[in-house]
Nanobody, 117 residues
Framework: QVQLVESGGGLVQAGGSLRLSCAAS????????MGWYRRAPGKERELVAQ???????NYADSVKDRFTISRDNAKNIVYLQMNSLKPEDTAVYYC???????????WGQGTQVTVSS
């Protein structure tokens, strides 16, 4: 059973930075593709960034060149470094772990990110 715990959200001014962390209690972390998603008020949940066990990453167009996803396979942690934050980045950010064989996805509880203008 996978458990995910996010941390690092908060309130920041536009142009600032935050780093989100997601700690996964799971065996064989390398068997999971890790992702960050977000849901803004009144909007659907969307993919922000995703990283495979081989460190191949992809990003939503809206965050390219501002956000960086990374993972520490020794510590079972995935990070999302968010720079040059904009008010439209305000959302609840969720960590997700997708098992590469079964495709099953487990979600974290979410962490609020609020960017003030």
């Amino acid at each position: 059973q996978v458990q995910l715990v996010e941390s690092g959200g908060g309130l920041v001014q536009a142009g600032g930075s935050l780093r989100l962390s997601c700690a996964a209690s799971v065996r064989l972390f390398n068997f999971y593709t890790m992702g960050w998603y977000r849901r803004a008020p009144g909007k659907e949940r969307e993919l922000v960034a995703q990283i495979t066990s081989g460190d191949s990453a992809n990003y939503a167009d809206s965050v390219k060149d501002r956000f960086t996803i990374s993972r520490d396979n020794a510590k079972n942690i995935v990070y999302l470094q968010m720079n040059s934050l904009k008010p439209e980045d305000t959302a609840v950010y969720y960590c997700a772990a997708s098992q590469i064989i079964t495709g099953r996805t487990t979600w974290g509880q979410g962490t609020q990110v609020t960017v003030s203008s």
